[in-house]
T-cell receptor, first 114, second 119 residues
Framework: DGGITQSPKYLFRKEGQNVTLSCEQN?????MYWYRQDPGQGLRLIYY???????QKGDIAEGYSVSREKKESFPLTVTSAQKNPTAFYLC?????????????FGAGSRLTVL | AQKVTQAQTEISVVEKEDVTLDCVYETRDTTYYLFWYKQPPSGELVFLIRRNSFDEQNEISGRYSWNFQKSTSSFNFTITASQVVDSAVYFC????????????????FGKGTHLIIQP
């Protein structure tokens, strides 16, 4: 079945360490996204990519980095510059066509900074 | 700037009751799209519905129905005869149509409404 795979599901990090969250999709979608979810705050867009080797900052990109070397993959690195990284991270993908597209989401990765 | 407001943080009802989740949006665009997603305890968001700004017809899908009113900038979601399996966080979201035609610059989400259905 087609879908989005995020790993790891749970991750613990010490302060000052970088950590990379994996996101892989086999839906042949062109666009991919990273959202951050905090309790009571909804989802906020970190980065998105509409095409390989290109990506744009979302609303809260500071302290994060991404790459898009392959259509199927869009890893997110949470750097030590991110002051409050403990959160639930959701990856999504969509096709690209005129108008708005339905996003398909992965199961998420929960990052906890110790 | 676009904004989505879900004023109800948490709603608790007894099974079989009807429940309405409110969504109010702000946008400067005349062409836009509205969505509802469900997030069960597992965490993965599940798509429920997409509606474009030119289609104000209400929609019904089984026990779910949606009431879109441009005059009040609202896109409310009603569950009829609620069931325990409906317990989840529900998100309303907005996307403004991209002038590039790509329309792939993400969604703006509300903060969500936590719906609890008690047996």
């Amino acid at each position: 079945d087609g879908g989005i795979t995020q790993s790891p599901k749970y991750l613990f990090r010490k302060e000052g360490q970088n950590v990379t969250l994996s996101c892989e999709q086999n839906l042949n979608h062109d666009a991919m996204y990273w959202y951050r979810q905090d309790p009571g705050q909804g989802l906020r867009l970190i980065y998105y990519s509409q095409i390989v080797n290109d990506f744009q900052k979302g609303d809260i990109a500071e302290g994060y980095s991404v790459s898009r070397e392959k259509k199927e993959s869009f890893p997110l690195t949470v750097t030590s510059a991110q002051k409050n990284p403990t959160a639930f991270y959701l990856c999504a993908s969509s096709g690209i066509r005129s108008g708005a597209n339905v996003l398909t989401f992965g199961a998420g990765s929960r990052l906890t900074v110790l | 700037a676009q904004k989505v407001t879900q004023a109800q943080t948490e709603i608790s009802v007894v099974e079989k009751e009807d429940v309405t989740l409110d969504c109010v949006y702000e946008t400067r665009d005349t062409t836009y799209y509205l969505f509802w997603y469900k997030q069960p305890p597992s965490g993965e968001l599940v798509f429920l519905i997409r509606r474009n700004s030119f289609d104000e017809q209400n929609e019904i899908s089984g026990r779910y129905s949606w009431n879109f009113q441009k005059s009040t900038s609202s896109f409310n979601f009603t569950i009829t005869a609620s069931q325990v399996v409906d317990s989840a966080v529900y998100f309303c979201a907005l996307s403004e149509a991209s002038y590039s035609g790509g329309g792939a610059d993400g969604l703006t989400f509300g903060k969500g409404t936590h719906l609890i259905i008690q047996p």
